[in-house]
């Protein structure tokens, strides 16, 4: 790790926080397989891109903001959702494009928001969350309401001439703001040495004055660690700060993505050494939190939340053809 | 032999302007760099340098004077060792049409338009809602637009307003003067010059629960922000399936302003037009501007506000009432007419007045629809109105293909089909970038004659 990341010592939890975080990751990594499997039967349609093997960047962060801090990412957004206790079933069955997904159908994979759950969506364009997510963080400035916004981005958006734009007036205005970079080392299929002249994206503020740090994002308890620190920076009025998570996504760009790019090896070595869930699993075991048994029954909880998610997304009635011209604009005055 | 020193064009628009204040006196001696006079022109106030040495012979106008046009010589310099018995009668002002360089082109002062079209504007009042016995005060369009900002900043406060030059400097055209002395600088917010960024920015405060204004300094800048004009504001309600509100608007001057070339005279009409999810207003006058932007601020959704930059500084009525809203949708009747209907939209339904008042002398009467808003387009008040005259014009200064008038013909020929005399007619600029030269923009903007044209084409009278 480079020169700004910290390597603590062993971060402190507890039993309860664990299998918390344990629960939360298991739901993501889950629900994304099972959402792969109705791609492939047809079920889901368009593009869909999975969080696999990135569960603990966005369980870690939602582990270390306080209720009512905003959340906002790219079209790889089923994992941020579910963090944020948006339910399955609602998110599965606007993957399935049904009339009980959470935009009715009309949003897709990409497309999905909640105001009540703090999360804004959901971006389809690059990039395009990141000043977006600033803006939030302007909002509760000036409504002084003491949130802070989280804009999760990748190292392909980390190219974006608009980020840049964005960390320069976050800072300039010293935004509420945390720049979360999923580092998953592949833009699409072009990886960070082939894209990225200087691939220490962590340091990408610096010229505008705003401070980085990198973080071992398969270990949800680092995460938590950095983000805490980072949230109270932002918090306290000193600005905005950049938290890059080291990461990596085992399945390829989108469903379509035969991911070709990579070896097999590259991907079986993270997921043996580096598991998320996996390193979490272990210390659960060697400090005696849970036994295997305790852990099998999570799964099989999950897995049954899962079930019931994708039995809601296949009945789900498709939305009423009368929807087609509804949510275009508002009433005035409403 | 004196040099001659000329009230100077400061900007692109402008045609005259206050001379404020003498910074020399008569027998000073200055050098090219001295400051010499301050004036006050349509967008800013304005220090005008010496480019030549010498002395200052004779001050002609007097500090104060209002209304100096453009080219009136305003100061006689000496150069060494002249007396003040060189001195020549001054040439006299120039007018607009023969003024040499400055920016005051010939089309635009070929156009003038809302001295002769007030009268019809006041006389077709039918469709505002103005208590009889309101009075009106003559305000620029500038200072309405300005004032309808002020009044819901006032009323709301969450609304507020970012852009370049926004507050400092007071507006790149003044259109935000004293807005930041009002309201400070949280709620008058000065952006770096990164469009991208702070529409982006802008649209995150509208989720976030405020009401931005966002101001583009022209709409050509707005080229860099369109992706989230588009995808980040317009389409978020329905891709949310209703939950997510973006209540935004972003304004700022459109169009053909004067000589500035292809870059910055670019009329965006059309494409915004184009996007559902979004509401599009371009106002002609003063009243609209300030009752229209008033209801854009208010409205729940993303709004595109179409200023005309050339328009900035023309004065009329707007009606004296605590608050004057125009709804966003509705047409305007601006002259009554019975052999042809001619629709237009911000500047725009100036030509077609002054076309109208052309084609009355020849025995034509034209009808004069003012659009104000794109989308929602009032079709009904546009049917309506070719029922009764049987023949359409539709005008506007961007181009023709996928235009404002290839839509409101298609809708005609639609809906009202058999009620044709003639196939609609459209008036457009060129299918050119515009020009520099001053003589081929003129060519390639439509202008007055180019809609009577139209409309004696579509009466079959030529």
């Not at chain 2, 500035?260 to 006058?285: E, F, I, M």
């Not at chain 2, 609209?288 to 009525?317: C, Q, T, W």
């Amino acid at each position: 790790m480079a020169a700004k990341s910290q390597k603590p010592p062993k971060p402190q939890t507890n039993k309860k926080e664990l299998l918390h975080l344990y629960r939360e990751m298991l739901l993501i990594r889950r629900f994304e397989e099972k959402a792969g499997q109705l791609y492939g039967m047809g079920l889901i349609a368009g593009f869909c891109h999975l969080y696999i093997g990135q569960e603990a960047v966005v369980t870690g962060v939602n582990a270390a903001i306080k209720e009512g801090d905003q959340m906002i990412t790219s079209y790889r957004d089923h994992g941020h959702m579910l963090a944020l206790g948006m339910s399955a079933s609602g998110v599965m069955a606007e993957l399935t494009g049904r009339s009980g997904g959470y935009s009715k159908g009309k949003g897709g994979s990409m497309h999905m928001f909640s105001v009540e759950k703090n999360f804004y969506g959901g971006h389809g364009i690059v990039g395009a969350q990141v000043p977006i997510g600033a803006g939030l963080g302007l909002a509760n400035k000036y409504l002084n309401n003491g949130k802070i916004s989280t804009v999760f981005f990748g190292d392909g958006a980390a190219n974006q001439g608009q980020v840049y734009e964005a960390l320069n007036m976050a800072q300039l205005w010293k935004l509420p703001t945390l720049f979360i970079i999923e580092n998953n080392q592949y833009a699409m299929g072009t990886s960070i040495s082939r894209s990225t002249a200087q691939k220490d994206l962590y340091k990408r503020g610096l010229s505008f004055g705003v401070e980085g740090v990198q973080v071992d994002g398969m270990d949800v308890l680092a995460v938590r660690d950095a983000t805490k620190k980072a949230a109270a920076h932002a918090r306290s009025g000193k600005g905005p700060m950049i938290l890059e998570m080291m990461t990596y996504r085992y399945r390829g760009h989108s469903m379509s993505d035969p991911a070709k790019y990579r070896t097999r090896e590259e991907v079986s070595e993270i997921r043996e050494e580096h598991d998320p869930i996996d390193m979490v699993k272990n210390r659960l075991l060697k400090e005696k939190w849970a036994d295997l048994d305790a852990l099998k029954a999570i799964d099989k909880d999950i897995k049954a939340i899962v079930a019931e998610a994708v039995e809601f997304a296949k009945t789900s009635p498709e939305p009423d053809p009368s929807e087609l011209y509804t949510d275009v604009l508002l009433e005035v005055g409403t | 032999m004196s040099i001659d020193i000329q009230m100077p064009a400061l900007s692109p628009t402008m045609e005259e302007g206050t001379l404020t204040k003498w910074l020399v006196k008569e027998g000073d001696s200055v050098k090219s760099g001295d400051m010499l006079a301050e004036i006050e022109t349509d967008k800013a106030t304005m220090e005008v340098e010496a480019i030549d040495e010498g002395v200052v012979g004779k001050i002609l106008v007097a500090e104060g004077t209002q209304n100096v046009a453009v080219g009136t010589v305003i100061l006689q310099l000496l150069e060494d060792g002249e007396g003040l018995d060189v001195l020549s009668a001054p040439i006299e002002a120039p007018t607009p049409d023969a003024t040499p360089k400055p920016a005051p082109v010939s089309s635009v002062s070929s156009t003038p338009e809302p001295e002769q079209s007030t009268a019809s504007v006041q006389s077709v009042p039918t469709e505002i809602e103005v208590p009889a016995g309101t009075a009106m005060v003559e305000t620029s369009i500038r200072d309405a637009l300005r004032d309808a900002m002020a009044e819901e900043m006032r009323r709301d406060e969450r609304v507020f307003i970012m852009g370049e030059e926004v507050a400092e400097y007071q507006g790149a055209y003044k259109v935000t003067r004293e807005l930041l002395q009002e309201f400070g600088e949280g709620r008058v917010i000065d952006t770096p010059i990164t469009e991208h960024g702070f529409a982006g920015i802008g649209v995150g405060a509208a989720m976030g629960g405020l009401r931005p204004i966002v101001e583009f300094m022209t709409w050509n800048f707005a080229m860099q922000a369109i992706d989230h004009i588009i995808n980040s504001a317009a389409k978020t309600l329905y891709m949310s399936g209703g939950q997510m509100r973006c209540p935004i608007v972003f304004r700022g001057p459109n169009g053909a302003a004067s000589r500035v070339g292809a870059q910055h005279s670019h009329d965006y009409s059309s494409w915004y037009a184009n996007v559902p999810g979004l509401k599009v207003v371009a106002p002609y006058d003063a009243a609209d501007a300030k009752g229209l932007l008033k209801s854009a601020i208010r409205d729940p959704n993303p709004v595109v506000f179409l200023e005309h930059e050339m328009m900035y500084g023309e004065i009329m009525d707007v009606p004296d009432m605590d608050d004057y809203l125009v709804p966003i949708g509705k047409a305007l009747v601006r002259r009554v007419g019975s052999d042809v209907t001619i629709t237009a939209h911000s500047r725009m339904v100036g030509r077609a007045l002054e076309a109208a008042d052309i084609l009355a002398d020849e025995g034509i009467s034209a009808e004069v629809i003012d659009l104000r808003t794109i989308r929602p387009l009032d079709s009904d008040a546009i049917i309506k109105s070719v029922k009764k005259t049987n023949r359409i014009v539709c005008a506007e200064e961007g181009w023709g293909q996928s235009g404002i008038g290839a839509e409101i013909a298609t809708r005609v020929m639609e809906q009202a089909f058999d009620y044709l005399d003639a196939p609609p007619a459209r008036v457009f600029q060129k299918d050119v970038p515009l020009p520099y030269a001053g003589n081929l923009e003129a060519l390639s903007l439509p202008n007055a004659q180019d809609v009577v044209a139209a409309a004696k084409g579509v009466c079959y009278a030529n």
